[in-house]
């Protein structure tokens, strides 16, 4: 069996049909057998002319990153694909529009600015889809219907996805679809001359178990959903919204309750109400909610009630730039607010952990009776991979509260002192159980109590819990462990750490002798496996999406050495061929 | 107007009289200074739980900060002191969430109009199936004496010595603009009357909006004192026609010293029906 690896980016302006193109591309190679990872690209206004990219690999073995260079690049647009152009490889295949409506210069089309040794196809886009349909509105299936055509793709399967993705619809946008796919294929088997060495003929991948296509935040949702979370509270932002709005869904089937609240400050107040209720909530957001929120943060891990907040990171301070990618809301997540305040907070490394992650979070919030922040971004929210369906949470993870017994109730303190740091909670409507909590600092009874002895105690007894909290952190991953000796050790947290990985397994390949390391679980972080695996590492690089290196610093406070840095707010995610290239820079 | 008669004054008195909602007073002593209102309204407040025989373990006080904010320690049942303006938000999500517990918001002015004020609106036109007792004594008080949202204007305070230059706020105005489904005013004075709207809020299905008239004895020497509310106030004349909203605001405009109940509308769906509804219809 043949391997194939292959990016292919589809580029083209705001309603052009571009992000359906991508789309329809990933669930058949998905259908196909193959792994995808795909990530669109797309402006922050709902109308307009602005550039859209839906950027796609496909493969026969894991994908770790989106990859940063494209193979192939589909040009439903030259004036925004010119740009595009820069992101494709030395020797790629670009797919453009040979004859658009407009005649234009030759300097405007995108075939102009291609650089030799590039390859290039022109394709009558335009006046296929006038051909097949009457309008230019199927350009992006007959430039698909170019793509199977060129790289020997299975045309009746392709056809059954494409009537697949728009089933829903009237019969006539399937024909006109299809059929613009069709005439595409054709035209291009009769007149193009294939030069370029990519097939997919004869490469089969195994059958697989049937996969899910879905997106790190219809996950989170999915996630939630299985692990009994019965309230969620938010307000729409990018590049969280969808999180609310699955859920507005799905979550009156299972008997929870959505709440649209007038601000973030009102949608963690209500969560934390619910908590406090003993029910599971959870609220989901972005940096400049996540501001807001930071109000109530210190009131969950004070009064100990349960909330989960979900951080999808977007680019920048403020308003930044809401549709592109970063992880610069480190520093907030993990020590915004007033006070010594622990929190977990847990990162995500790949889309399917969001699962996982979700599922930890909600258990731990509930059995530690604390906040947990899970942070995604914007690039784990919406790239899209195709994932084994996730195994159900145990029972464990479905119930969690450590209620007071008989003993406890007899005089019941709700913040007792003890060991782990866990005091027994009683859910209201508990006879015998009622106490009162604030914001305030207090003694174990739960009044207000601002004496010496009872701050520090209080202080040590949340802080205690986290001790516990770490036993129960996910393994950390890394890449190879059956060594006692690196050159390079690469550390990465959320969203990067697949670029890492890979990196550090290609440096392998080139002959330097590197390993990589993440964690799930950033607060509390697992320090002794961090310094374990960094004490066989020469150098350490930390590679991560914000300007200041929010996460490099707080390592370099565990690990007391130097460590080098790669920093990157392109907005893009972290690609691997840029760790490489620093490692061997290193 | 009747003599306050406090649970915390006249416990021998009221003992006798073989009342015993003081089961619903926690062993703790209430920290606000000798002669405030509030001893008044936390009296009507367990007056109103007996009355409603209550179960303690199913009331769930919620507030903000402040010198109301104490008010949940001070009672016998569960209670959670959130943040400064912020214990609708709480109280909603956990009402919401906990249909089976009965839930009282309980705000200052400055919790519930100023830092809070925009959590407000939107309760009471979701309906949400709260009480909601505001606090009202025109003042900042655990902060020593600022000016509120319904400081009178020119009233002299620590923030405004040369008196204040805000309008003030009319909170039934507010509510009833907002959409509550129940808006009352009662008074810390008369805990007999205030007794009977906190129990007629409780049994409300829907958000239900107290103003509570009361004085801060410490920073207020000139506005809501005792002297001048118990010379004051007086009982709206109302009672058959409590859906009509044009004389509801009309008497809010022209009538901030009565007390009684403003506005109720006992057709509307509070919102956990409404939800219940949809999701039946969809």
Redesign the interface.
């Known amino acids: 069996m043949k391997d194939i690896n292959i990016v292919i980016e589809i580029c083209g302006s705001a309603g052009e049909g571009t992000i359906s193109a991508g789309e329809i591309l990933s669930r058949f190679m998905s259908g196909q057998g193959f792994e995808i990872m795909s990530f669109d690209s797309y402006p922050a206004e709902i109308r307009g002319f602005g550039k859209c990219v839906a950027h796609t690999r496909i493969s026969t073995s894991r994908i770790y990153s989106p990859g940063k260079l494209a193979d192939v690049l589909i040009a439903l647009n030259d004036k925004h694909s010119i740009f595009q152009l820069s992101t494709l490889k030395e020797n790629g295949i670009l797919i453009y529009d040979s004859q658009p409506v407009r005649p234009h210069k030759e300097d405007k089309s995108v075939v102009g600015w291609t650089k030799p040794g590039m390859i290039s196809y022109g394709i009558p886009l335009n006046m296929l889809a006038h051909k097949a349909t009457g309008n230019a509105r199927g350009m992006n299936m007959v430039a698909l219907g170019a793509l199977a055509a060129l790289f020997y793709v299975d045309k009746h399967g392709f056809t059954d996805s494409i009537k697949a993705r728009y089933a829903k619809k009237k019969q006539i946008v399937i024909d006109s679809n299809v059929n613009s796919f069709l005439e595409g294929y054709s035209w291009t088997k009769k007149n193009i001359k294939k030069i370029d060495p990519y097939s997919f003929k004869g490469i089969t991948s195994p059958k697989q178990k049937e996969k899910l296509i879905i997106n790190g935040n219809q996950l989170v949702a999915k996630a939630a959903l299985d692990a009994n979370l019965?309230?969620y509270?938010g307000y729409p932002i990018t590049p969280a919204t969808k999180i609310m709005e699955i859920l507005s869904r799905e979550l009156?089937k299972h008997g929870g309750?959505l709440?649209q609240?007038?601000?973030e400050?009102?949608?963690?107040?209500?969560?934390?109400?619910?908590?406090?209720?003993?029910?599971r909530?959870m609220t989901a957001t972005s940096g400049p909610g996540f501001a807001l929120m930071t109000?109530?943060t210190g009131?969950s891990v004070m009064?100990e009630v349960p909330a989960v907040i979900i951080d999808s990171q977007r680019a920048g301070p403020s308003t930044g730039m809401p549709t592109k990618t970063e992880q610069s809301d480190f520093n907030s997540a993990v020590s915004g607010g007033t006070g010594d305040c622990p929190r977990i907070v847990l990162a995500p490394t790949d889309t399917k952990s969001c699962y996982e992650a979700t599922v930890l979070a909600l258990y731990l919030a509930e059995k530690y009776q604390t906040l947990v922040v899970l942070l995604l971004d914007f690039f784990l929210s919406n790239s899209i991979r195709n994932i084994n369906i996730p195994e159900k949470p145990f029972s464990e993870y479905l119930d969690a509260n450590i209620a007071p017994d008989k003993n406890d109730l007899k005089d019941y303190q709700r913040y007792k002192i003890t060991k782990n740091g866990i005091s027994p909670r009683a859910i209201?409507?508990?006879?015998?159980?009622?106490?009162?909590?604030?914001?305030?600092e207090h003694d174990a009874s739960g009044?207000?109590n601002y004496s010496e002895a009872g701050h520090l105690e209080m202080t040590q007894k949340r802080f205690r819990k986290f001790n516990t909290v770490l036993s129960e952190a996910p393994a950390p991953e890394i890449s190879i462990i059956d060594r006692d000796e690196f050159d390079i050790g690469v550390i990465s947290w959320g969203s990067s750490a697949g670029a890492a990985h890979e990196a550090a397994m290609s440096a392998q390949k080139k002959g330097i002798n590197a390993s990589s390391f993440s964690s799930m679980m950033v607060s509390p972080f697992p320090e002794k496996a961090l310094i374990e695996f960094a004490d066989k590492c020469k150098k350490i690089l930390i590679p991560e999406l914000n300007f200041s290196g929010q996460f490099a610093n707080f390592a370099t406070q565990i690990l007391k050495r130097h460590v080098e840095r790669l920093n990157f707010i392109t907005g893009r995610p972290m690609a691997s061929e840029d760790i490489l290239q620093k490692m061997k820079e290193m | 107007m009747e003599v306050i008669r406090s649970a915390y004054l006249d416990e021998k008195l009221e003992t006798v009289r073989g009342i015993d909602f003081l089961q619903y007073r926690s062993a703790d002593l209430p920290t606000w200074c000798p002669g405030c209102g509030y001893f008044g309204i936390v009296d009507a407040f367990y007056k109103a739980c007996r009355e409603l025989d209550l179960k303690h373990e199913n009331i769930v006080t919620v507030s903000g900060i402040g010198c109301s904010g104490r008010t949940p320690i001070f009672i016998n049942s569960y209670g959670f002191h959130t943040l400064h303006g912020r214990s609708i938000p709480v109280a909603s999500g956990l009402k919401l969430a906990r249909e089976d517990l009965t839930v009282f918001a309980i705000a200052g002015d400055g919790d519930a109009l100023g830092i809070g004020g925009g959590h407000l609106p939107h309760v009471a036109r979701k309906n949400i199936n709260i009480t909601f007792l505001l606090f009202d004594n025109s003042i900042y008080g655990l902060t020593k004496g600022q000016s509120s949202s319904t400081t009178p204007y020119e009233m002299r305070t620590n923030s405004h010595p040369a008196g204040n230059p805000d309008t003030p706020l009319n909170p039934i105005k507010l509510a009833l603009s907002y959409g509550a489904s129940f808006v009352a005013r009662g008074y810390a004075g008369d805990p007999q009357g205030l007794k009977q709207i906190i129990k007629e809020a409780t049994l409300h299905q829907g958000f239900s909006f107290i103003q509570i008239l009361t004085p801060c004895v410490t920073f207020d020497k000139e506005n809501k004192t005792w002297k001048n509310l118990n010379e004051k106030v007086y009982e709206l004349n109302r009672r058959k026609e409590e859906k009509n909203m044009e004389t509801a605001m009309r008497m809010a405009e022209n009538e901030p010293y009565g007390v009684g109940i403003f506005f109720q509308d006992k057709e509307r769906l509070h919102y956990q029906e409404i939800l219940r509804n949809l999701n039946k219809a969809d």
Do not use: C, N, Q, Y
């Not at chain 1, 969560?271 to 209720?277: L, R």
């Open positions: 019965s309230f509270a009156p309750i709440l609240t007038e601000d400050i009102s949608a963690i107040g209500a969560v934390i109400g619910a908590g406090f209720g003993g029910k909530a109000e109530f009131l009064a209201p409507g508990t006879p015998g159980g009622m106490f009162f909590s604030t914001g305030l009044r207000p």
